[in-house]
């Protein structure tokens, strides 16, 4: 090797710890920052050459800037990140459930249903008291009033899960978008064979959030690429190209959502992610629950409507139906309400089964019904039925609850695991500054001394 050789030793030396000091920089500059995967500068010895007693490497040569990440990590989190956002999405929506159903033992339905018996019980002692008929049927009122405000409540809720339906998956398309775009900006900037750190580590949290939102799966292709599929196989990225979903509304105004080339419905699919709780609440929880209400209420309305259309008011003339639903059509609950024409003249209220002065028999049955078992509530009481949905609700919030905690336990794991290796540490950092920083200097002083041997040289000459 020439003299001028060893100049590009030093030079080359200089160049990789000024390098490593960039990549060190970088690091720590980056520590919080979300995503991020800290880098490393990996060096190579030179291509040898023969010198006198045998073979020399010419200096260092910088290999790549490796992005620190191991990806079996990074899947499983991927991975549970899915069924953890699929638990606390359904835990919330449970938890929004229990607060129509979770004061029955207050001022809630269960409560106007003991003023309603209450109140035909002390009516059945005084039938022709018109203060104690208004009280009745203000009674039956309120608690209409309380079966149709728990109604709207759980239909305003599932409004909101199919609205936020809706929001998830305008979110999955545009990231679908965004994934598709960074995997084409991938396979450019790594064609010559060199890690685009950057715009993988956004890749990553395009994948997470896509993970946490759908409960898919990422797959490994070609050129360092991903495609993504949602639950049950469908492709929602196929590597460059995004494949958004479709949606449509059902009679009632649900969203369903299509995808693939046929169009066909894929809403049934989704059984993680937070479009997977929020399906589950809309369409399985929330309906559970309305039916719950509706047979309450129907039950109400067939047996005291059997009462009162079987006896006679104060003038001796048939019974009218105590609730009518307006319109019959709808869930009975919904729309369940005291007969008008009995609010506006009391004395039309039915609670005779003889028609003879004193006689309210009929009022003391109504009196009866909350505690009265009914084939319609499975042969329980009205009581019972709604301690049995409430003690249903509040097992599956239990259960809810446990396996979200054990998820976010798991992910808490995983996040820390992945830290250990593409997390920042500020020590190593801090080590890998000063490392570099001496290697630069030994450069210098390498070059420094093969100038004043060059210049000796040049003298002697």
């Known amino acids: 090797m020439s003299l001028f050789g060893y100049f590009g030793l030093g030079l080359r030396a200089m160049s990789a710890a000024q390098l490593g000091l960039q990549v060190a920089g970088d690091n720590i500059s980056n520590a919080t920052t979300p995503g991020y995967a800290r880098r490393r500068l990996d060096l190579t010895t030179g291509y040898p050459v023969r010198v006198p007693g045998g073979m020399l490497d010419q200096g260092v040569q910088i290999d790549q800037v490796r992005r620190q990440q191991d990806r079996l990590i990074q899947a499983a989190l991927e991975r549970e990140t899915g069924t953890a956002a699929f638990a606390d999405e359904r835990l919330r929506g449970l938890r929004e459930l229990e607060s129509v159903f979770g004061t029955l033992d207050g001022d809630g339905i269960l409560s106007a249903y003991a003023d309603f018996s209450d109140a035909f019980t002390e009516l059945a002692a005084q039938p022709e008291n018109l203060a104690l008929r208004r009280n009745a049927l203000s009674g039956a009122d309120r608690l209409a009033s309380r079966l149709r405000d728990a109604s709207n409540r759980l239909l305003t809720q599932r409004r909101a899960e199919n609205d936020a339906v809706a929001a998830a998956v305008e979110e999955v398309n545009g990231l679908a978008a965004e994934l598709a775009a960074l995997n084409r900006k991938i396979a450019e900037n790594e064609a010559d064979g060199t890690t685009a750190s950057p715009l993988r580590d956004q890749r990553d949290q395009v994948v997470e959030r896509l993970v946490e939102l759908t409960g898919g799966t990422a797959v490994p292709a070609e050129r360092g690429q991903v495609s993504f599929s949602l639950p049950a196989g469908t492709t929602l990225v196929s590597v460059r190209d995004a494949l958004p979903l479709r949606t449509s509304r059902d009679a009632q105004g649900m969203l369903r959502i299509a995808a693939g080339g ?174 570099h920083q001496r290697a630069y200097e030994a450069g210098a002083r390498f070059l420094q001394i093969l100038n004043e041997i060059t210049e000796i040289t040049v003298n002697l000459v």
């Open 262 to 435: 046929d169009g066909s419905d894929i809403t049934a699919r989704f059984r993680s992610g937070k479009v997977g709780a929020l399906l589950a609440v809309r369409d399985d929880e929330i309906p559970a629950r309305l039916a719950d209400l509706n047979d309450l209420a129907q039950d109400l309305i067939d047996r005291a409507n059997a009462l009162t259309t079987g006896a006679t008011d104060l003038d001796g003339n048939p019974g009218r139906p105590l609730f009518i639903k307006i319109p019959p059509v709808r869930g009975a609950a919904e729309v369940i309400r005291v007969n008008v024409s009995l609010l506006d003249d009391p004395r039309l209220l039915a609670v005779s089964a003889t028609g003879a002065p004193g006689d309210g028999w009929i009022a003391d049955r109504i009196g009866a019904l909350r505690e009265g078992s009914s084939a319609a509530l499975g042969n329980t009481t009205p009581a019972d039925y709604l301690a049995g949905v409430l003690s249903d609700l509040g097992a599956q919030i239990v259960e809810a609850d446990v396996a979200s905690e054990v998820s976010r336990d798991v992910v808490g794991n995983l996040h820390a695991r992945r830290e250990s290796v593409s997390g920042v540490s500020l020590d190593e950092e801090a080590v890998e500054l000063i490392r």
